[in-house]
C-alpha cells in the first residue's frame, strides 16, 4: 500500500481498511448553507462515509468551497479535522487533462479542464470513492470510481 504526502491510502482498501471518501464541493456547500432540498441528504452522506474512514479535500475542492465564505479563517473553521487535506497528484493533472480532452472531442465547449475533471481524475488515481450529488461526469470520464450519490 502506498500513501500520499497527507498519509492517506492511496491504493484500493481491502475489506480491513477503512474507505478514504474525496468529498465534493457541492456536499460540503450543501450542509454549508443548510440548501433546503439537499442539506440533509448530504449531512447524512458525509457522515456515512466518516464512519466508513477518512474525509479528504483537495485544493480545488477547497477553492469552490471558499466562495461562501468571505474570510479564509471562517473556512477552515468549518472544514475541521475531520477533513484530510490532500495535494493534486501529478498522476490526476495528467488524467484530468486526459478526460478533458475525451469531453472536447465529445463535444464539449468549455475550453480548460473543469474542476470536475480534476476531482474525478484525484479519486481514480489515488483509490478513493468520492461522494458528490452531481455525478453524471463522473460516471462518463471515470468509471472506475466508486460513486456516492443521491442518483
Same mark, same amino acid.
Given at each position: 500500500?502506498?500513501?500520499?504526502? +497527507?498519509?492517506?491510502?492511496? +491504493?484500493a482498501?481491502?475489506?480491513?481498511?477503512?474507505?478514504?471518501? =474525496? @468529498?465534493?464541493a457541492? @456536499? &460540503?456547500?450543501? %450542509?454549508?448553507?443548510?440548501?433546503p @432540498? !439537499?442539506?440533509? !441528504?448530504?449531512? /447524512?452522506?458525509?457522515?456515512?462515509? $466518516?464512519?466508513q474512514?477518512?474525509?479528504?479535500?483537495?485544493? %480545488?475542492i477547497?477553492?469552490?468551497?471558499? %466562495? /461562501?465564505?468571505?474570510?479564509?479563517?471562517? =473556512?477552515?473553521?468549518? &472544514?475541521?479535522?475531520?477533513? %484530510? /487535506? $490532500?495535494p493534486?497528484? !501529478?498522476?490526476? +493533472?495528467? &488524467?484530468?487533462?486526459?478526460?478533458?480532452?475525451?469531453?472536447?472531442?465529445?463535444?464539449g465547449?468549455?475550453?480548460?479542464? =473543469?474542476?470536475?475533471?480534476?476531482?474525478?481524475?484525484?479519486a481514480?488515481?489515488?483509490?478513493?470513492q =468520492? &461522494?458528490?450529488?452531481? +455525478?453524471?461526469?463522473? /460516471?462518463?470520464y471515470?468509471?472506475?470510481?466508486?460513486?456516492?450519490?443521491?442518483?
Amino acid at each position: 500500500m502506498t500513501r500520499d504526502e +497527507a498519509g492517506v491510502s492511496c +491504493a484500493a482498501p481491502s475489506p480491513e481498511e477503512p474507505t478514504v471518501t =474525496l @468529498v465534493d464541493a457541492n @456536499v &460540503l456547500l450543501d %450542509v454549508f448553507t443548510e440548501d433546503p @432540498v !439537499w442539506a440533509e !441528504w448530504s449531512a /447524512r452522506a458525509l457522515e456515512e462515509a $466518516a464512519d466508513q474512514g477518512p474525509l479528504v479535500i483537495n485544493p %480545488v475542492i477547497y477553492a469552490e468551497v471558499s %466562495v /461562501r465564505f468571505s474570510r479564509i479563517e471562517e =473556512l477552515d473553521q468549518e &472544514l475541521t479535522d475531520d477533513f %484530510v /487535506r $490532500a495535494p493534486l497528484p !501529478w498522476e490526476a +493533472a495528467f &488524467l484530468a487533462g486526459k478526460a478533458h480532452l475525451q469531453y472536447r472531442k465529445q463535444g464539449g465547449n468549455k475550453t480548460t479542464p =473543469l474542476p470536475d475533471f480534476y476531482i474525478g481524475a484525484h479519486a481514480a488515481v489515488s483509490g478513493f470513492q =468520492l &461522494l458528490s450529488r452531481d +455525478a453524471r461526469r463522473f /460516471r462518463t470520464y471515470f468509471p472506475t470510481v466508486k460513486l456516492v450519490s443521491p442518483n
